[in-house]
């Protein structure tokens, strides 16, 4: 998997299984390390899927979820939308995974984006990737 969809698969599936908002676990993993970590594992281990990337990321942080809804359910759809997003900002920035992760998830859009209510996980790629842009 090439390495900004496996930092946003990574990021939104964790956000879909705890129901933190996608922004919220960008930056713990970038806090912690775990992106390089995330990084490093794929390279050792590139045949291994989200469900042990979660696992593994839960043994550093033992992050729980207490909350009886899921308000990120549609990690799926985010998962496309925002690894075609921040493809184009590494290209137009010229920037490695993480810079451009960095960008997408430090930004308000991504706020936005990733709260299933608003329906942004809905729109193309493109109109995201303007509203980062605007910023």
Known sequence: MEQKTLIVSCVEYYSYLKNIPADKVFLSF????ILTMILESNRNFPEMDLEFY?????GIIAMESDA?????????ERIILVSHVVDMLAQKHHLDA??????????????????DKTGYYQKMAAEIYAMVEEE
């Open 68 to 76: 009886e809804e899921n308000d990120y359910a549609h990690y799926k």
């Open 98 to 115: 993480i810079e451009a992760c960095t960008m997408y998830y430090e930004s308000h859009t991504a706020q936005v984006v990733t709260d």
């Open 30 to 33: 970038r806090q912690t390390s």
């Open 54 to 58: 979660a696992g593994m990321i839960d």
